[in-house]
């Protein structure tokens, strides 16, 4: 049958609509004749001129082309480049800073609300400014070799000259103006210092990279401690990161000497760096990671901790083969934890837990198994470590009711 939504729109369409508020993922929503649109570029209670892009049984998609009343909030984007036709990495650049983490706290908590029935009024706080902050990113070649990004939704490359949210070490407006390979993605990788480094993989590939520039481990210091983080292995792109969400960390999770502690999804022992030495020598830690990449990272790491044990498996494995721990941090990838990892952790009795999130609805989620398994939100706080874009960082502690 074919959906209302395909009847009343089809692609290429312009309609002149109200914007709504904004949802998880950065667009806002627009109705027009009982269709369903989530528009980008749109800021809430602005009257736009929106073009239809794809057409869906649920919902439809489109692109603001005209703004017909435009919101106080809204700016001159720093970047040329962020335009609907242009690059798809920054999609809040047309709104100013304080509106848009007012609008990610309101999707925070709407996530919670719908997901967790949970009203939870969180804020979005400012971590440091708004451009020249991303450390690690990863671009993409044309057929004739120049670098630039994915537009929005597509497979379409655009080039560009410079990247206002890299971190000027990162050197792009010289890398912009390089030939290089045609069809390639490139990583781009900055350490603590200038170290720099570029590795190249075919576009289309999801296998390693190969690196043509530079070491493959970058050095990393955080709370005077040095870390190696190799091409390969995850770390926060965020400059300031790895303070903020240590802080935090040890904010909340309250860590005494002698606890037996789990770092879950601990990639290369950034939390662990920190936990370490709040246990103490009588304590421990265990940093439990899936990728090979980060594990071997950090064991280099802590080879002369002995508070520390790193293994390389799946989470919900190792949990299974516990009975204890006292306190429990975990930063699982944007999908979350899932049931069964709550359930696994829950089963410990661990004092506290402290979950990292890049995501608020998987966040939210797990938030509902934990309170339904006897652990409670206790605080969460909100972090714009991706400013320009929609995305949030959280890190919420959980406490036995």
């Known amino acids: 049958m074919t959906s209302t939504n395909s009847i009343r729109c089809k692609v290429g369409d312009v309609i002149e ?5 904004v949802v998880h993922g950065g667009h806002c929503i627009a109705h027009f004749d009982g269709a369903l649109i ?3 570029h749109a800021i809430p209670f602005e009257k736009c001129r929106v073009v239809i892009t794809s057409i869906g049984k649920s919902f439809n998609r489109g692109d603001v082309i005209d703004v017909l009343q435009p919101s106080p909030d809204r700016v001159i984007a720093p970047c040329v480049f962020a335009h609907r036709a242009g690059c798809g990495g920054c999609d809040f650049q047309h709104i100013s800073l304080e509106r848009q983490r007012q609008l990610k706290s309101a999707v925070i908590n709407e996530q919670f609300l719908r997901i967790a029935h949970m009203n939870i009024g969180v804020e979005v ?3 440091a400014e708004a451009l020249h902050w991303r450390t690690r990113l990863t671009a993409t070649t044309t057929s004739d070799g120049k670098l630039g990004f994915y537009a929005a939704r597509t497979h379409t490359v655009v080039p560009v000259t410079d990247c206002v949210i890299a971190v000027k070490e990162m050197g792009m407006l010289e890398l912009a103006s390089r030939t290089w390979k045609s069809d390639v993605r490139v990583e781009i990788s900055v350490g ?3 170290g720099r ?3 190249l993989a075919p576009k289309q590939s999801a296998g390693k990279a190969r690196l043509t520039q ?3 481990r970058l050095h990393h210091h955080v709370r005077g401690r040095e870390l190696e983080v190799s091409q390969d292995s995850f770390w926060q792109s965020h400059v300031m990161a790895p303070q903020v969400l240590t802080d935090a960390l040890l904010e909340c999770a309250k860590i005494q000497s002698g606890d037996y502690v789990l770092d879950l999804y601990g990639g290369v022992g950034l939390f662990t760096s920190v936990m370490s030495h709040e246990v103490g020598l009588q304590g421990r830690v265990d940093l439990v990671e899936a990728s090979k990449s980060a594990t071997q990272d950090a064991t280099r790491n802590f080879a002369d901790d002995e508070n520390v044990n790193i293994i390389n498996g799946d989470v919900s494995t190792y949990l299974s083969r516990i009975s204890h721990a006292d306190v429990v941090v975990l930063d699982p990838p944007r999908e979350g934890a899932g049931k069964s990892v709550v359930a696994g ?13 890049c995501d608020p609805a998987s966040l939210a989620r797990d938030s509902a198994y934990f309170l339904h398994m006897g652990y409670s939100l206790a605080k969460i706080r909100a972090f714009d470590l ?3 874009t929609h995305h949030i960082e959280c890190v919420a502690l959980y406490l036995p009711t």
């Open 17 to 21: 609509v109200e914007i709504g508020k």
């Open 38 to 40: 989530f528009v980008r």
């Open 125 to 127: 706080e400012e971590v």
């Open 192 to 194: 603590s210092g200038s």
């Open 197 to 199: 480094s570029i590795a």
């Open 214 to 216: 530079g070491s493959h």
């Open 345 to 357: 952790i829950v089963k410990l009795k661990p004092r506290s837990v402290v979950y990292i999130s």
């Open 386 to 388: 991706f400013p320009m």
